[in-house]
Each structure stands twice: as structure tokens, then as C-alpha cells.
């Protein structure tokens, strides 16, 4: 109760409040679960709610040192893939044409296409 009471005042939910309210405006799963709506609703409570690696007992809460860690060892990975993304956008704006009343159809200058991508 404590914690549905949590997620009605974090989410800002004003009388009534029922679970059925809350179900309406997050997609959880399993569906039947009331612990994964509380879970999406919120407030996070990392020892609550965190996900525990099952290799230890009682288990591992991810804290935000842990993510940091893991970010770190993940990030030259998300850059490499960031990059194909920034490849494609660029493309796409270098290939955008505007229609400027006195000159006519004109491509988009690279100061802004540089202004966009950074």
C-alpha cells in the first residue's frame, strides 16, 4: 500500500485513485502484475525495484556507480553505432532543398546542417 501510495503522489494522481487509473497510462508487463505497474509508475527505489543478477544471494541492485561502470565499458560501442545515425542525418540535410523566394530552390547552407549536427 505504501508503495502505491508512492506512485499516486509521484505521478501526481488526485482522488480517486485506483490502480485502474494508473494501468490506463503505463504499459507494463506482465499485465496482471501490480508490482511491474508500480514498477513503471515510479518513484525508482533502487533497492526496491532494481533488477538483481541472480549470482549472488540475496542478489545485485544496479546503483548508479554500477551504471557508470557499465556505461563506460559500453560507450565506444554506442559511439560507433551513433556515428552511422550522424552519417544518415547529415545526408539527409545536405540533400534538403528550401525554396527562398528571391534566389529559388536552394540547398540547406552548411552552417546550419553544422548547427543541427552538433
Same mark, same amino acid.
Given at each position: 500500500?505504501?508503495?502505491?501510495? #508512492?506512485? %499516486?503522489? %509521484?505521478?501526481?494522481? +488526485?482522488?480517486? /485513485?485506483?490502480?485502474?487509473?494508473?494501468? +490506463?497510462? %503505463?504499459?507494463?508487463?506482465?499485465?496482471? &502484475?501490480?508490482?511491474?505497474?508500480?514498477?513503471?509508475?515510479?518513484?525508482?527505489?533502487?533497492? /526496491?525495484? #532494481?533488477?538483481? %543478477?541472480?549470482?549472488?544471494?540475496?542478489?545485485?541492485?544496479?546503483?548508479?556507480?554500477?551504471?557508470?561502470?557499465?556505461?563506460?565499458?559500453?560507450?565506444?560501442?554506442?559511439?560507433?553505432? &551513433?556515428?552511422? +545515425?550522424?552519417?544518415?542525418? /547529415? =545526408?539527409?540535410?545536405?540533400?534538403?532543398? *528550401? &525554396? *527562398?523566394? $528571391?534566389? +529559388?530552390?536552394?540547398?540547406?547552407? $552548411?552552417?546550419?546542417?553544422?548547427?543541427? =549536427?552538433?
Amino acid at each position: 500500500m505504501k508503495q502505491l501510495k #508512492a506512485a %499516486f503522489e %509521484f505521478r501526481r494522481v +488526485g482522488p480517486p /485513485r485506483s490502480t485502474r487509473g494508473l494501468i +490506463g497510462r %503505463f504499459d507494463h508487463a506482465p499485465r496482471s &502484475s501490480v508490482a511491474a505497474l508500480l514498477r513503471k509508475a515510479g518513484p525508482f527505489d533502487a533497492g /526496491r525495484d #532494481a533488477y538483481r %543478477f541472480s549470482n549472488g544471494d540475496p542478489g545485485w541492485p544496479i546503483t548508479g556507480e554500477d551504471a557508470r561502470v557499465l556505461r563506460e565499458h559500453y560507450q565506444r560501442h554506442i559511439d560507433g553505432l &551513433s556515428v552511422i +545515425g550522424l552519417a544518415s542525418l /547529415r =545526408m539527409a540535410l545536405q540533400g534538403y532543398t *528550401v &525554396s *527562398v523566394p $528571391v534566389t +529559388g530552390t536552394t540547398a540547406l547552407p $552548411v552552417a546550419v546542417i553544422d548547427f543541427v =549536427m552538433n
